[in-house]
């Protein structure tokens, strides 16, 4: 990471002529023009047709994608990027977020409160089921920049306060944290807390790493179709799961 440089950006992306404009004006999203601004070396690489789509970046070697949501939209371009070139998709966690609400017929901004959801690196998950067929592929890399952001969503939900259901107006990055990258089936090990009895569940899994079960059945469904982990049997009616070691690895 390059904090330097990332706050160099921030500022210039959120600087005094966005102020004067107003939050949420620009064209781009906040999150996708700062991330694309700070992944690429130089701004003519940016926005280049490639094998007949644009790619957010493109060095003449390497393609790199900034997606915050919607994986399922990018199937089409991973067909045809991916036999050709190594693609890196980087998708922005929020790591703490400060929440505004935005009252539409007003324009009333509400004053930012902290939420108590942190980020992790497995809701990244949800995402990547949608395009799992092309997770195994060794030329698709994924990186997970982890940032401090404030948030501002839109008074229009169907709730009696509006909230439930409300739309997201935009994302301010406020700092970068760290920074996740996985590469190989090493970097989705590491993500397997040490401790954790073999064999596990997807119940416990998600219990150690603090996220919903739900989430952690989803997490290893995809890390078992890579071969990090494998099942070996049942425990009432969950699977249970155990750790790859390289030479199984390997013998897939």
Known sequence: MDQERFERIRKEITGTARCRSGIGTLKEKTVHALLKDYYAPDKEMQEIRVEGYVADIFTGSEIIEIQTAGFDKMRDKLERFLPEYPVTIVYPIPEIKWISWIDEQTGECSPPRKSPVRGTVYHAFYELYKIKPYLAD????????????????????????????????????????????????ADYRKLIPEGLSEPFTSAEFAGAVKIHKKDGGRVLHIMNYLGVVCRCGKRGRSYAYRVQNQKEEQER
Not at 161 to 175: E, H, L, Q, T
């Open 138 to 185: 060794p030329n698709l890399r994924l990186c997970f920049p982890f940032l401090n952001m404030e948030e501002y969503r839109l008074l229009n939900g169907w709730s009696r306060d509006r909230k439930r259901g409300s739309a997201r107006y935009d994302r301010i990055p406020v700092a970068l944290t760290r920074e996740i990258r996985l590469e190989s089936a």
